[in-house]
């Protein structure tokens, strides 16, 4: 990297990130180009929001990455207490009080062959990048959406780092002037390429359930169980690209973006063409349960 010396010499600003047990200035950071992760995309990840110090959902975090591990059959380099104490000194170790946590296992280094190399250790990654919290006026204003076939594999489920169409299909969002791109898959509508979605149709939220189509979301979930708790009436249930498109109200959800509305999808106007009613409540509702746990944590 061509900053690389500019970044030593200004040690306390450069990101700490975490490597297969090491603390490193990022720019330190290193890999081998065997790596299964650089070369099959062999490995899966987990993004973590830190409000005030603390990992948000960590429980529901860790249980996902168990869950893809054991789907992709990597076994767990760390147990809870471990990822916890990682994760503390990550946070510890890089400013803000508001982070973003980025987690990634490989299987690890071996000579390229297909088949699962015996006696490798798992590359293990963590790095923390700023959260910044999203203004009201941007939550009001919402994001443009294209739809498009959903291209993916039949594990969505997987949090895996292969994510060559996600990719493609953001781009192909960005290209259309839109900020995420909803995917249709046998008519259904599945999720974003990077979040999950929500429908207000007369009043009554829906989602997608969960199935091997869609990534299940730690803020989805907190959603479903913040809409419940809040008497709201919320269903997990199919829904088709016309009730899309139909819907009164669109918002997305993931972990670093929270609740975002969608106001424009495929040219047309979601609602009036700014966050709706219900989404509001759900955003502010959102923002209360992170309120009171910071109470509750002093
Ligand atoms: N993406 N669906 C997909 C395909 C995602 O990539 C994500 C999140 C979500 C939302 O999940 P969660 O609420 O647990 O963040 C749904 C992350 C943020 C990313 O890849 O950067």
């Excluded at 297909?114 to 990048?129: E, G, I, Q, W």
């Amino acid at each position: 990297m061509s900053n690389s010396g500019l970044n030593k010499s200004s040690p306390v600003t450069e990101q700490i990130v975490y490597l297969n047990g090491e603390w490193l200035p990022l720019s330190e950071a290193k890999v081998s180009v065997l790596d299964r992760g650089f070369v099959f995309g062999d490995g899966v990840y987990e993004v973590i929001p830190v409000y005030h110090r603390q990992p948000f959902r960590l429980q529901q975090h860790l249980q996902r990455l168990q869950n893809s591990l054991a789907a992709v059959r990597i076994d767990t380099p760390h147990n809870d207490q471990q990822w916890q104490l990682i994760f503390n000194t990550l946070i510890a170790k890089n400013s803000g009080d508001d982070q973003s946590l980025y987690l990634q296992i490989t299987r690890g280094v071996a000579r390229r062959d297909h088949f699962f190399p015996k006696d490798v250790t798992p590359t293990v990654f963590a790095m923390s990048n700023p959260l910044v919290q999203v203004e009201r006026q941007v939550f009001t204003n919402g994001v443009a959406a294209i739809t498009l076939d959903d291209i993916r594999w039949q594990y969505c489920n997987i949090k895996a780092i292969t994510l060559l169409p996600n990719v493609l299909m953001r781009q192909q969002a960005a290209d259309h002037q839109a900020y995420e791109a909803v995917l249709i898959r046998n008519g259904h509508v599945t999720e974003g390429a990077a979040s999950n979605i929500f429908i207000v149709t007369h009043g009554v939220i829906k989602t997608p359930p969960k199935s091997n189509y869609l990534l299940p979301g730690i803020t989805r979930d907190l959603v479903v169980e913040l809409a419940h708790a809040s008497q709201l009436r919320c269903e997990e249930t199919n829904f088709t690209e016309a009730e899309l498109l139909n819907a009164d109200e669109i918002w997305l959800t993931s972990s670093t973006r929270e609740i975002f509305p969608v106001v424009r999808l495929n040219d047309k106007t979601i609602g009036t063409g700014h966050a709706g009613p219900v989404t509001t409540r759900m955003f502010d509702i959102y923002q209360e349960f992170k309120a009171s746990l910071k109470t509750t944590a002093g």
